[in-house]
Structure formats: structure tokens, C-alpha cells
């Protein structure tokens, strides 16, 4: 393997509700972090740090191998994020 191969890919994501509004209170907030780390660790090799926020924003401290696409992997979980986390339903 050449000595310049990326072995792994560090990623600070976050996610925003919409228009900021402060949506992500107390319930809604810990399943929504739990559900994003449940989320994240089903593809393969993906290692989640730490996730946490506010009411208006979510923070996910990952790491991703290099041959996992950051804008397809993103975007099989937000529009999960949207569906699940509205959905009174949802048991963590």
C-alpha cells in the first residue's frame, strides 16, 4: 500500500433542523442522538465518538473508512432522521 493511502476518514457532521428552529428538546433530543449513532454504525468499519447538540442542531464526532461515500452515507440517514424522529411511534 503506498505510504500516502488514506486509511481513514475523520468527519465533525452536523445536522440542522429546519429553519433552526429549537425542536430538539429533552425526549425528541435523545432519541434523535441515539437513533443517528444506531444509524451510523450499521455500515460497515464506521466508528461514532461522540454525538451531541442543542435544541436546534445535532453534532457526530465519526470516523469512515476511505471507500465509504460521505454524501451517499449522509444521505441514507437524514432522510430517516426526518421521518422517525417526528414520528410519536418511535420506542428507544
Given at each position: 500500500m503506498p505510504r500516502n493511502a488514506c486509511r481513514e476518514t475523520n468527519l465533525h457532521i452536523t445536522w440542522h433542523t429546519k429553519h433552526n428552529a429549537p425542536g430538539l428538546v429533552d425526549q425528541i433530543?435523545?432519541?434523535t442522538h441515539h437513533y443517528l449513532r444506531l444509524r451510523m454504525l450499521?455500515?460497515?468499519e464506521v466508528n461514532v465518538h461522540e454525538t451531541g447538540g442543542v435544541a436546534d442542531h445535532v453534532h457526530i464526532a465519526v470516523t469512515i473508512p476511505p471507500a465509504l461515500l460521505i454524501s451517499d452515507w449522509t444521505g441514507s440517514i437524514s432522510p430517516r432522521v426526518k421521518s422517525r424522529a417526528a414520528c410519536d411511534e418511535w420506542s428507544v
Open positions: 433530543e435523545n432519541r450499521q455500515a460497515p
